[in-house]
């Protein structure tokens, strides 16, 4: 596609709801990551495949986030057992290998609110 | 770990006015990236710098890469209502094969009309 696809583009989860928040990258798009921003910050790491490799997890907060990339490229972020600490936007990402002069581009991310 | 601090966190300018915001970063950097996120949007991809003491221009915008790879500016003269947003810049350490980007701290840009 053109772009970055995410969806849902807002969810509101009851806390103890699992979530799964969708990310269709750009076709031929060789990285994806997923980054965390509450309100008022910065984008904070979260993931980053390359192809169906993830080939770092350091900034996923618990073992209640999970995410995948089975065949390269579509990915899914998974939340179990919501908190009302996750309630952020969730925004992932794709790049060209090697992100050359083009960085990132980000989709327009989901909205996670957890009540 | 790797920490990017930008400054200041909020700035507020009359339409016509220059602005420029500071970024440094805890560790040395292989490259650093700026963009820039409209209110309510998602960051958008302006430059990357990549050499030592680089400077990069695009139009009203410049953008410094420090000697040292250690720091950063961007300056924009006679702000303009568009550039309204919040400017985060991101830099990449040198590990071999990771493509992850620590996103600063953000400075916040109002114009005043």
């Known amino acids: 596609g053109a772009g970055v696809s995410q969806s849902p583009r807002y969810k509101v989860a009851k806390r103890g709801q699992d979530v799964a928040l969708r990310c269709d990258p750009i076709?031929?798009?060789?990285?994806l990551f997923w980054y965390q921003q509450a309100l008022g910050q910065g984008p904070e790491f979260l993931t980053y495949?390359?192809?169906?490799?993830?080939?770092?997890k350091s900034g996923l907060p618990s073992d209640r986030f999970f995410a995948e990339r089975p065949e390269g490229s579509v990915s899914t972020l998974k939340i179990q057992r919501t908190q009302q600490e996750d309630s952020a936007v969730y925004l992932c990402?794709?790049?060209?290998?090697?992100?050359?002069?083009?960085?990132?581009?980000f989709g327009s991310g989901t909205r996670l609110t957890v009540v | 770990g790797q920490q990017v601090m930008q400054i200041p966190q909020y700035q507020h300018v009359q339409e016509g006015e220059d602005f420029t915001t500071y970024c440094n970063s805890s560790?040395?950097?292989?490259?650093i990236q700026w963009y820039k996120q409209r209110p309510g949007g998602h960051p958008v991809f302006l430059i990357q710098?990549?050499?030592?003491?680089e400077v990069k221009k695009q139009k009203r915008l410049t953008f410094q890469f420090g000697e040292a790879k250690k720091n950063s500016s961007l300056h924009i003269t006679a702000t303009q209502t568009t550039d309204v947003g919040t400017y985060f810049c991101?830099?990449?350490?040198?590990?071999?094969?990771?493509?992850?980007?620590?996103f600063g701290t953000g400075t916040r840009l109002t114009i005043i009309p």
């Open positions: 991101a830099g990449r350490r040198g590990n071999f094969g990771n493509e992850k980007l620590t």
């Open positions: 076709s031929g798009h060789v990285s």
């Open positions: 560790t040395t950097l292989s490259n």
């Open positions: 710098l990549v050499k030592s003491g």
């Open positions: 990402a794709s790049s060209l290998l090697g992100q050359g002069a083009t960085g990132y581009t």
């Open positions: 495949f390359q192809n169906e490799a993830q080939l770092d």
